[in-house]
C-alpha cells in the first residue's frame, strides 16, 4: 500500500489559491441593494408575493397542512417557525438585501427577494 | 487483498463512517452559517483512495449514506437525496483526481471532493425547490468546503501514515 504526502507546498498553494478566489467571490456577490418584495415559492408554485414594506405575519398551508409561519417586518423578511428538522431556514434569519433568499428543503420552500427599491429623488431635477 | 479481508475491512469503514455521521453534530462548526458542517464521517473515504477501486468506494459511500440516514432518521427525506448525490459525484470526483494527479497530498482531494459536493448538492436543491436562488448560497458553503475539507484531508492522511494495512 503506497502512501503519498499528507500535503506539500503544492497543496497548500492550490488551496489558499481557491480560498483566496472563493473569499472575492463571495465579497462580489455582497447583496447591497435594498429588496421592495419577496417572492414565496411552494412546490415549485408560486404562493405569495409579499410587499416588505408591509408588517404581518402569516402561515404558509399546502393542502392543508401547516408548513411555516412567516414574519414581515420593517423591510425584512424571515422564517419564524416551520415544521422541518434542521431549521436551516429559521437559522438563516432575516433577509432584506436584494438576490438574498431562505430555503426550506423539506417543506419545498423557497423564499427570495426581488427588486430595488425606486431611488427617493426624481433623475430628471438633478440634471 | 483477499476477497474476505476488503469485505471485512469496508464493513468496518462502513460501520465507523456511519457512527461517525450520527455523533458529528456534537462537534459545533466554528462559524455559524446555517446547514455548516464539518463533515468528518467522509473521512474514511479519503482513506480508502489509495487502496480502492471505484465499485467498492461506490459501494462504501452508498452503504454509509444508507445506514447513517436510516439512524439519524432522514432516510428518503429530501435532504437524503441531496446528501447522497452529493456523497456519489464528490468521490467519482476525488478517485478521477487521485489517479490523474499524482504530485498533490491527500488534502487536496479532500477539498476537490468537498467542493464538488456542495455545487451538487446546491444543484440538487435547485431541483427540489425549484428555484435557482438558492445558489448565492454557493461561494458561502465553498468557503466551509475548503475548511472542512483541509481538516478531513488532514486526519485521513494521518491515519494512512500511522494504521498498517
Known sequence: ?127 | MTLSKKISIYGMLVAVGSAVYVFESFVPFPIPLPGARWGFSNVVIVYALPFSNVEWLLALVIAKALIGSLVSGRFFSPTFFMGISGSIIATLAMFVSYKLLKKVGMIFHSVFGALTNNVVQVFVGAQIVASWMIFGYLPYMEILAVISGSVNGVIAGMLLKRVKG
Open chain 1, 1 to 127: 500500500m503506497k502512501n503519498r504526502e499528507i500535503f506539500s507546498k503544492k497543496d497548500v498553494v492550490i488551496v489558499s489559491i481557491i480560498l483566496v478566489g472563493l473569499i472575492g467571490w463571495a465579497l462580489i456577490l455582497q447583496h447591497s441593494q435594498t429588496a421592495a418584495k419577496a417572492v414565496i415559492m411552494v412546490h415549485s408554485k408560486v404562493y405569495k408575493i409579499v410587499n416588505l414594506n408591509k408588517n404581518e405575519t402569516f402561515k404558509i398551508k399546502w393542502k392543508g397542512k401547516y408548513l411555516m409561519t412567516v414574519q414581515v417586518k420593517d423591510g425584512a423578511i424571515r422564517a419564524k417557525d416551520s415544521t422541518c428538522k434542521n431549521k436551516i431556514c429559521v437559522h438563516t434569519g432575516w433577509i432584506s438585501k436584494d438576490g438574498q433568499s431562505i430555503v426550506c428543503v423539506p417543506n419545498h420552500i423557497i423564499i427570495y427577494t426581488e427588486g430595488a427599491k425606486a431611488a427617493s429623488y426624481d433623475l430628471i431635477t438633478t440634471q
